[in-house]
């Protein structure tokens, strides 16, 4: 089992569209929860941390549910920028200290 | 946040060659990491790059390979070695243990 997967997509949808993302993570010590973005032949960017409590950011909502082990991701009002890959990230303790591990990324095209 | 530049941003090598990335940060961190982003997958930490220590890798990638120096807190380079065309890939030097900073990333095609 990876140790963080999600559904790789191609998620395809209208512009206005709401979408979302499902990752799972399976260590259950893991301590710190994102959502990175990342553009074509682009670096990652950081999208918004996700807390127990949940956060929303616009039209971005991200929830986490450690019982489940399971991070979420909704946008609401697609646009066509919100065209790109998205990485769900994780990071908790490991072997000599912590580690950050990457999801293989959804990626997301939004059409007019 | 931290801001961090990374060059070059793209090269195409002869099999057999190497080819050092350098990453500069603009403050001082204790760990750099470095990452490799092969076409279509996601990212795989290839070592942690800790200032006057050697770099600890990780399960697949050794120091012959991959040789990293950290000379001072905010520099950093990772050599790709007796490259390959299965070395094609995207390589990222990253800093922050828990949130994420990237460089601009370095696309390497080797031929």
């Known amino acids: 089992r990876k140790e963080v997967e999600q559904d790789p997509g191609p998620f395809n949808v209208p512009e206005g569209a709401t979408v979302a993302f499902n990752c799972t993570y399976s260590?259950?010590?893991?301590?710190?929860f994102f959502w990175y973005r990342q553009d074509c032949r682009k670096e990652p960017k950081l999208l918004m941390s996700?807390?127990?409590s949940g956060n929303e950011d616009g039209r971005f909502t991200a929830q986490l549910n450690r019982a489940s082990q399971y991070i979420s991701l909704l946008i609401r009002d697609s646009k066509l920028s919100d065209s790109a890959t998205y990485l769900c990230?994780?990071?908790?303790?490991?072997?000599?200290?912590?580690?950050?591990?990457f999801g293989a990324g959804t990626r997301l095209f939004v059409k007019a | 946040s931290a801001v961090i530049s990374q060059k070059p941003s793209r090269d195409i090598c002869q099999r057999g060659t190497s080819l050092t990335i350098q990453c500069q940060v603009d403050?001082?961190?204790?760990?750099m990491f470095w990452y490799r982003q092969q076409p279509g997958q996601s990212l795989t930490l290839i070592a942690t790059?800790?200032?006057?220590?050697?770099?600890?890798?990780e399960s697949g990638f050794v120091i012959d390979k991959f040789p990293i120096s950290r000379p001072n807190l905010t520099f950093s380079t990772l050599t790709v070695s007796n490259m390959s065309p299965e070395d094609s890939s995207i390589y990222l030097c990253?800093?922050?243990?828990?949130?994420?900073?990237f460089g601009q990333g370095t696309r390497l095609t080797v031929v």
């Open positions: 790059a800790n200032q006057g220590s050697e770099a600890t890798y």
């Open positions: 990253s800093v922050g243990e828990t949130e994420a900073f």
């Open positions: 990230v994780v990071n908790g303790p490991n072997t000599g200290g912590f580690k950050t591990i």
């Open positions: 260590n259950s010590a893991s301590q710190s």
């Open positions: 996700v807390y127990s």
């Open positions: 403050s001082q961190v204790t760990m």
